[in-house]
């Protein structure tokens, strides 16, 4: 019996007109849509701030903090800026280029033309201290946000 299968594969393979490989062609297209996406994560930024007798009578609160923005977006992306109340009647912010007021309505800042990437930033916060403002630990009295543009 084994040798009549090994005739009949025998005789196909030689016969013309029997299995032969046939090549065909096709083309795929692909296509993918990523979301725009950016984050910003404190690298080194204190939660707290401790005011002395000594800043209180300068009237100010030097702070600096460091931020990693990650963002898939070509064209950049807006830092948002938001003051907490109590502590601080103005909050300037410096390492951007020239230094930004962060008032009651907050502020924003775009950067433009940034490749895709991570980006570290290094910023400076002084905190402009209200009459109010005594000795103590304090939250953070602005809060830095950042978004697509």
């Known amino acids: 019996m084994r040798s009549g299968w090994l005739l009949v594969i025998l005789v196909a393979a030689l016969h013309p007109g029997t299995a032969r490989a046939e090549m065909a062609t096709t083309h795929l297209l692909v296509s993918a849509y990523v979301a725009p996406r950016t984050s910003i994560d404190a690298a080194d930024a204190p939660e707290a701030v401790v005011l002395t ?15 990693l923005v990650s963002s898939n977006v070509a064209r950049g992306y807006m830092l948002r800026f938001s003051a907490r109340t109590g ?63």
Do not use: C, N, W
């Not at 007798?53 to 931020?67: E, H, I, P, R």
């Not at 930033?121 to 946000?145: C, D, F, N, W």
């Open 53 to 67: 007798a000594a800043d209180l009578a300068l009237g100010y609160k030097d702070v600096s903090a460091s931020y």
């Open 87 to 149: 502590l601080a009647r103005a909050i300037e912010v410096r390492g951007l280029g020239a230094p930004i007021e962060v008032g009651v309505f907050g502020a924003e800042v775009p950067r433009f033309g940034l490749t895709p990437h991570s980006d570290r930033i290094s910023l400076q916060y002084r905190l402009h201290l209200t009459a109010e403002a005594r000795p103590g630990k304090y939250a953070m009295p602005v809060a830095v946000a950042a978004t697509s543009l």
